[in-house]
């Protein structure tokens, strides 16, 4: 990204806009009713996000960058995420849907007259228009976790997209060889990295192999067929556990009627699809996956060597293809489609190597606990990356449909509690040279 002020206040207006559109088109779908309700303990009501989102926007914009009054300081702990568990928050004084729609239209007619003349250098806060790139991430964060809620949502369907496009893979091979070696891996210069993907450091990664596409539902099919849920052999003891204690039988959403495999998407019914990567995995049966089929899950220096390493030049890319931004040719992302497309697609992202799908369509589950990169500092509060440090979180890297182009980049680490199943979560596996 340029450092010319215009070109920074253009991109930043861009991605504040495109957010907010999604975000719009999140909520105007559904009745009030459905805004304010809790469509399960997991997640919280969409009025909530709503009103979340532009606290958010107005707390760092025209609080911490343009050092203006609060317009509404009585609320700022009704929407602390740390201070309120989603599953408390419907009991919270919420703002209602008219009001919550309000409070964020004027946020943002504020925060649009402070982009136009806030100074974008001299404090890290606002270099580059990091603080204007960190709040639209935030809310297409935001609206991951709304369409999030859309899913596990009960009744008719409420959003609407084309089916992605579907590229020939006759040939493709099954897996890459990623060579040994070092490389560089997170980053110390894209503008609007967040603080876990920073600083940009050296690994050595032995050689390895890694699929050339995420697990297909199809293949997937094949581990339940053979008694994956049933064999303690492939789960580790607190996956075992998870199996038991919620009897799991195949990846959420999932149910057999009629000697065929259904799913339910985002309000309608439809049969899996068996070239599809699998989706609404726990990272417990992933990894019970891997083992089944003799391999492993990557670590996290092994995806995005495999996504960024260019073995002609050894240099890292920001993606896959190279250092331009996604297309809806590269990679899908942005809820442009409501589902992953069929592995094997979207050959121009593929990275260097000739491996596919590493930004899009399904985050992948990762071996790896999400720690600090050495030299981390936090930045630019302590929530968002440093208190989830530690065994209790496993990252996921590459995004899915559902990430905003603003918020997903091959430095870009996910993480979460690996007996979560509701996200867009999928994986690839890999093996040692």
């Excluded at 492939?234 to 990846?251: C, F, I, M, N």
């Excluded at 931004?325 to 942005?334: I, V």
């Amino acid at each position: 990204m340029t450092a010319d002020p215009a070109a920074v206040r253009r991109s930043a207006l861009d991605a504040l806009t495109t957010a907010r559109s999604r975000t719009s088109a999140l909520t105007d779908c559904v009745e009030d009713s459905e805004l304010t309700a809790q469509h399960s303990p997991l997640m919280s009501p969409l009025v909530w996000d709503l009103a979340h989102i532009s606290n958010q926007e107005e707390q760092w914009l025209l609080r911490a960058v343009a050092g203006r009054e609060a317009m509404r300081p009585e609320i700022d702990s009704v929407y602390d995420a740390f201070e309120h568990p989603r599953a408390t928050r419907p009991s919270l004084p919420l703002l209602q849907p008219a009001e919550a729609r309000r409070y964020a239209s004027e946020v943002r007619g504020r925060v649009v007259d402070v982009l136009e003349s806030a100074p974008l250098h001299g404090r890290p806060l606002v270099d580059a228009g990091f603080a204007f790139g960190m709040i639209a991430q935030h809310e297409q964060q935001h609206d991951e976790t709304m369409l999030i809620t859309h899913q596990l949502r009960t009744g008719p369907a409420a959003l609407t997209a084309p089916a992605p496009p579907h590229a020939d893979s006759a040939g493709l091979a099954d897996e890459i060889l990623v060579p040994g070696g070092p490389f560089t891996m997170g980053t110390s210069d894209e503008p609007w990295a967040l603080d876990n993907e920073r600083p940009a450091h050296q690994r050595l990664v032995p050689a390895f192999h890694i699929d050339t596409t995420p697990v297909t539902n199809g293949a997937f099919l094949r581990f339940i067929e053979d008694g994956g849920y049933r064999d303690e052999r492939w789960w580790t003891e607190q996956g075992w556990d998870l199996v038991r204690g919620h009897e799991l039988a195949a990846p959420l959403f999932w149910h057999r009627e009629g000697g065929q495999w259904l799913r339910r998407r985002f309000g309608a019914v439809e049969p899996v699809a068996p070239d599809e990567p699998v989706l609404h995995v726990s990272w417990y049966e992933a990894d019970a996956y891997a083992r089944w089929a003799g391999r492993r899950l990557p670590s996290e220096a092994e995806w995005e060597k495999a996504a960024r390493h260019d073995p002609a030049t050894g240099r890292s890319h920001r993606y896959p293809w190279g250092d331009q931004d996604p297309t809806p040719e590269r990679a899908n992302l942005g809820q442009r489609h409501l589902g992953p497309a069929a592995a094997g697609s979207y050959p121009d992202g593929e990275s260097p190597l000739g491996v596919r799908q590493l930004i899009g369509d399904v985050w992948e589950w990762t071996s790896s606990d999400f720690l600090p990169y050495p030299g981390f500092v936090a930045f630019p509060y302590r929530e968002y990356s440093e208190v989830f440090f530690g065994p209790d979180h496993k990252v996921l890297r590459g995004g899915a449909f559902s990430v905003g182009e603003v918020a997903c980049r091959a430095t870009f680490r996910n993480w979460d509690l690996p007996v979560r199943r509701q996200i867009f979560s999928g994986f690839r596996t890999a093996r040692d040279a």
